[in-house]
């Protein structure tokens, strides 16, 4: 399974970026999607998860100004981030909780991350 990331780049504070993320190989079924954050220096940080029902939960540091959604069809994840900060800079990373067959455990799935970059 492999998940591919995009959408990161250069905005001004106050603009928005639209990130996805694809899960693609061997995918019995996707359960939990989640968008997760690390800025220079820092470590890894929550954003923002779903469920395959549309459950969503936020971090405060996110909450109305990001919305993660699913595309269960196309095994896809984004990240919806508007009025953005110069404090949300960082590289993002998407995940998945996957199951490759009915009888394989479920297990957790990183992608490579893309960087977004939020200038004052």
């Known amino acids: 399974v492999q998940l591919q990331a995009s959408g990161g780049g250069l905005v001004q504070a106050g603009g928005s970026l639209r990130l996805s993320c694809a899960a693609s190989?061997?995918?019995?079924?996707?359960?939990?999607m989640a968008w997760y954050r690390q800025a220079p220096g820092k470590q890894r940080e929550f954003v923002a998860t779903?469920?395959?029902?549309?459950?969503?939960n936020y971090a405060d540091s996110v909450k109305g100004r990001f919305t993660i959604s699913r595309d269960n069809a196309k095994n896809t994840v984004y990240l919806q981030m508007n009025s953005l900060k110069p404090e949300d800079t960082a590289v993002y990373y998407c995940?998945?909780?996957?199951?490759?067959?009915?009888?394989?455990?479920?297990?957790?799935?990183w992608g490579q991350g893309t960087l977004v970059t939020v200038s004052s």
């Open positions: 995940s998945a909780a996957v199951k490759v067959s009915s009888d394989r455990p479920v297990r957790l799935y």
């Open positions: 779903i469920t395959s029902g549309g459950s969503t």
């Open positions: 190989g061997s995918i019995f079924s996707i359960y939990v």
